[in-house]
């Protein structure tokens, strides 16, 4: 039961992190962004919260394809 609610929420991150990736691609190169380190949200480019919504993306899209062995 548990390996089911935890693939469940990797395919809510999956999710989530694809439609910020795909809501950043669509933001005009003047609009701020904001991107929440800890507590604390700090102002930064577009493409750089692209890259990291999209490192999240693959590694939460690696951890979904790992075969459950714990």
Do not use: C, W
């Amino acid at each position: 039961m548990e390996t089911t609610a935890s693939h469940h929420d990797l395919l809510k991150q999956v999710r989530s992190h694809e439609v910020a990736v795909a809501e950043l691609n669509n933001l005009s190169s003047s609009r701020a962004v904001y991107q929440r380190n800890g507590n604390i949200y700090f102002r930064t480019s577009i493409q750089k919260a692209k890259e990291s919504e999209q490192k999240q993306l693959d590694f939460a899209k690696a951890k979904l394809q790992k075969p459950s062995s714990s």
